[in-house]
């Protein structure tokens, strides 16, 4: 998922909802039926001054039943961080770029025919297909309208799932699914690339000439959809997404981050090369050098268009994996550097001790909220310098012993 006030596909829960200490228990957040219906009622009335139908507001919005495994799902928050090797090895399977690659073949003319109308290369589209449904194998079973209505009505969100539940219903008129069939993830998420109702009306396109857009049942309109939220974004079609990369035995890791953008001159004279040694491209370009497993893993240089992918969501991980998967699909091989599979699984509680430590200590992490994002991993990383260590940002246990932290 991504931040909620933007209008795109997924969201993001670390960008989206506020910590789970923020948020009422299930058990609080369970509506009466009575409130609910009359919550129901005010959306209704919000609905018709927005010019929805009766006929959809009587026949989806007022049936809506409350679901309260929804509540949970929201308020659900994961008990252990995930390892970058943990996160890459479930998402870009064998099987997965397999069947990425029959896909590309099986829809090379579509896609073409997509990436010369919105500029978006199709291994690319075949990715972001794998990684949202797995190419559309699981959509999600929950009714779209019964899981916005409910985060609706409930007062964690209610402002923001108040609109997407309008979004909904505004498809529901315009006939491009029927009531029954409008199905997704707890959230609203929806069809074979998990669009928003908001991302939807913005951006989805009847690509196959029915009539209807049609994000379930249409692999002409999903991928045609996706392309152009894409390309709205910003994607630049005759550029990568970025590459792996192989770094100087004396690379200074603190000139790693997201945030700290260099030419490709620049990281080449850092000591950055291909991972066959061979000298950089030499392109006018900007790129930030990522370490997301530390000097041990995997180091990649990520360009404007990584930027992109993160706009659709906001997780660095994310983006790896979608730049990585069009990689295989497209034909290149394995990295060259695995993520090692021995980094430390932590829970809340021993990220959100290492940040207040780490806070104690100088080295700024933010308000301590138990998410090792690239905040505290640079405060890591500005901590290892101070120790004479490697300043890659990379928890380990010695980090996590020089910081007191019990394992």
């Given at each position: 998922m991504t931040t909620a006030k933007r209008l795109?596909?997924?969201?993001?829960?670390?960008?989206?909802?506020?910590?789970?200490?923020?948020a009422p228990t299930t058990a609080e957040a369970t509506l009466s039926a009575d409130a609910f219906a009359n919550c129901l009622t005010r959306l209704g009335e919000r609905a018709k001054a927005e010019g929805i139908s009766d006929a959809t507001i009587n026949q989806s919005l007022l049936k809506a039943t409350f679901n309260t495994r929804v509540i949970e799902l929201d308020r659900q928050q994961p008990e252990?961080?995930?390892?970058?090797?943990?996160?890459?090895?479930?998402?870009?399977?064998?099987?997965?770029?397999?069947?990425?690659?029959?896909?590309?073949?099986?829809?090379?003319?579509l896609l073409s025919r997509v990436t010369r109308d919105y500029g978006v290369p199709a291994h690319y589209l075949v990715a972001f297909w794998g990684l949202e449904t797995n190419y559309g194998s699981f959509f999600g079973k929950m009714s779209v309208v019964d899981s916005l209505s409910t985060l609706a009505c409930d007062e964690r969100r209610s402002d923001y799932f108040a609109g997407e539940l309008m979004a909904a219903l505004r498809i529901l008129d315009e006939g491009a699914i029927a009531p029954e069939k409008m199905e997704g993830s707890w959230a609203g998420a929806m069809g074979h690339t998990q669009f928003m109702p908001s991302a939807f009306l913005r951006y989805a396109v009847d690509y196959d000439g029915d009539k209807k857009r049609?994000?379930?049942?249409?692999?002409?309109?999903?991928?045609?959809?996706?392309?152009?939220?894409?390309?709205?974004?910003?994607?630049?079609?005759?550029?990568?997404?970025?590459?792996?990369?192989?770094?100087?035995?004396?690379?200074?890791?603190?000139?790693?981050?997201?945030?700290?953008?260099?030419?490709?001159?620049e990281w080449q004279k850092l000591g950055v090369r291909q991972t066959d040694g061979s000298a950089l491209p030499q392109a006018d370009m900007q790129a930030s050098l990522l370490v997301p497993s530390g000097h041990r893993g995997p180091a990649f240089l990520v360009y404007d268009n990584f930027h992109v992918i993160m706009r659709w969501n906001r997780s660095e991980y994310y983006a790896l994996a979608v730049g990585y998967l069009a990689d295989r699909i497209a034909g290149t091989g394995?990295?060259?550097?695995?993520?090692?599979?021995?980094?430390?699984?932590?829970?809340?509680?021993?990220?959100?001790?290492?940040?207040?430590?780490?806070?104690?200590?100088?080295?700024?992490?933010?308000?301590?909220?138990?998410?090792?994002?690239?905040?505290?991993?640079?405060?890591?990383?500005q901590f290892q310098h101070q120790q004479g260590m490697i300043a890659d940002g990379f928890v380990d246990k010695s980090i996590l012993g020089l910081l007191g932290v019990d394992l």
């Open positions: 795109i596909p997924l969201l993001l829960l670390s960008q989206v909802y506020t910590s789970a200490s923020a252990f961080t995930t390892t970058f090797a943990d996160y890459l090895n479930r998402r870009v399977t064998d099987q997965r770029v397999i069947q990425g690659r029959e896909l590309l073949a099986k829809h090379r003319a049609d994000l379930w049942n249409s692999t002409p309109d999903a991928m045609a959809s996706a392309a152009k939220f894409l390309q709205s974004l910003g994607w630049q079609q005759a550029d990568r997404w970025g590459r792996e990369v192989k770094l100087a035995v004396d690379f200074p890791y603190l000139e790693a981050g997201l945030n700290q953008r260099k030419s490709l001159a394995k990295l060259m550097q695995p993520p090692p599979e021995d980094a430390p699984r932590l829970n809340r509680a021993q990220v959100m001790t290492m940040q207040e430590q780490l806070n104690k200590k100088g080295f700024d992490t933010g308000t301590p909220d138990g998410i090792l994002g690239p905040g505290t991993r640079r405060a890591v990383s």
